[in-house]
């Protein structure tokens, strides 16, 4: 077994079950991609068993801080049962769950989706891509599922010096599934969606505008950046009598024109507009256009903290013009998923568009991604997606 000795202190964050060490704090040591490798401190303590990856600035990623335990099969399957099984005492209330979270869920660079009876996954760390047939099997044999998707096509793959895959790792056939979502019907294909096929993240938050669309009585509801208009379908839930995705995919917004009719409402209660959101906000602000409720759910502007500055400009920019489109008392659900804002400085960013915009607002909730997507003690990186709901004043 290869060894990684650390600098002086650097296994400080070891020690804290943080489970990332990066190129710098390492002293000596060198392995292949994806090997296990024994993380020792300078004065030769065991602190972790690892993955290595040689071309990444996260060089090494702990699969376990317990030095009698070993990274095989059996590894495996205990940690994706105890996810199952996280998954299970949630009781999330869909047929889409996020089954298994990286880091939050001991398995660092893994992002496994369930969707009714298939699976999708992203290999995203040597570590996992190593040991991908071993993990295929154990999915599979944990959830039940015969079919197992691959969609390792993240950009972050190119960090860690992979190449992208995609296609059936277990199991073929049909790519094209539906779930079941808060009693909406909601369809997805793993082969051609975002990520892993779906934005599960948003399922709690998208109930949630339901409600506030029925408690507030909004009538004109602007979903932006809609993807399939999972806030459409909820806000048309909730009783409202317009609604409006804006989006700059086509396929997406086709999707979200099925998704209106799958749940039974009347096609002239929705619009699909291809456009960039921020042209499009401008434009409907110049023709007096007004909203009783506003969805702002971007990409990640920020997908680093170096990022975080010019994003900031950006999620100020729709924040202000949102605001300045809503009607008075209106809701505006904003949302960052970039890591490098946290729920602190999205606030202020917000605080800063409604100062722009000369008005106040009531924060209604703070809101996060569903529970499903864990967010643990020792890891605070892991945390993505932060927004609020604020009541224009
Ligand atoms: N709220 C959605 C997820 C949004 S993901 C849900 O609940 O499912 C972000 C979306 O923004 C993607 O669909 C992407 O196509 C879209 N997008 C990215 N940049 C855009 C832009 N400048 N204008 C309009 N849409 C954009």
Not at 212 to 226: A, I, P, T
Not at 348 to 353: F, L, P, R
Not at 377 to 391: C, N, R
Request: aromatic share 8%; net charge neutral.
């Amino acid at each position: 077994m290869k060894v990684i000795r650390l600098r002086e202190g650097k296994e400080r964050s070891l020690l804290r079950r943080h489970p990332w060490v990066f190129a710098g704090s390492i002293a000596k040591g060198q392995a292949d991609a994806g090997e296990t490798v024994r993380v020792e401190s300078d004065d030769g303590k065991f602190l972790a068993w690892a993955a290595f990856s040689p071309s990444s600035q996260i060089r090494v990623r702990a699969w376990t801080f317990d030095e009698s335990e070993r990274v095989d099969h059996a590894f495996f399957k205990r940690r994706i049962g105890a996810a199952v099984a996280l998954r299970r005492r949630m009781a999330v209330e869909s047929d889409g769950v996020r089954l298994i979270h990286g880091e939050a869920d001991g398995l660092p660079g893994l992002v496994v989706d369930r969707y009714g009876d298939l699976l999708s996954a992203q290999f995203l760390s040597a570590g996992t891509e190593r040991f991908k047939s071993t993990i295929a099997d154990v999915l599979l044999q944990a959830t039940g599922c015969t079919r197992l998707y691959e969609r390792s096509d993240s950009g972050v793959r190119a960090l860690e010096g992979l190449e992208p895959v995609t296609g059936w790792l277990r199991g073929e056939g049909n790519t094209e599934v539906t779930i079941r979502e808060h009693g909406w019907q909601l369809t997805l294909d793993v082969q051609e969606g975002h990520k892993t096929g779906f934005y599960l993240d948003q399922r709690d938050n998208r109930a949630r505008l339901a409600d506030w669309v029925r408690r507030f009585g909004c009538k004109r509801v602007l979903n932006c950046y809609s993807y399939t208009g999972g806030f459409s379908v909820a806000a048309l839930a909730g009783g409202a009598e317009q609604v409006v995705s804006v989006d700059s995919s086509a396929p997406a917004l086709a999707r979200a024109t099925a998704h209106v009719a799958l749940n039974g409402h009347d096609p002239a209660r929705h619009q699909a507009l291809d456009a960039d959101v921020n042209g499009y906000l401008r434009e409907a602000l110049k023709s007096g256009e007004r909203f009783d409720a506003i969805v702002l759910d971007p990409p990640k502007f920020a997908p680093t903290a170096a990022h975080a500055e010019r994003a900031a400009r950006a999620y100020k920019d729709i924040n202000r013009l949102g605001l300045k489109l809503l009607a008075p008392g209106g809701l505006l659900l904003t949302f960052s998923c970039s890591g490098g804002i946290g729920a602190e400085l999205f606030h202020k960013i917000v605080a800063g568009a409604a100062m722009d915009a000369q008005v106040d607002g009531a924060i209604l909730a703070r809101l996060e991604g569903a529970p499903d997507h864990p967010t643990t003690l020792m890891f605070p990186e892991g945390e993505y997606l932060k927004g609020l709901a604020v009541l224009k004043q």
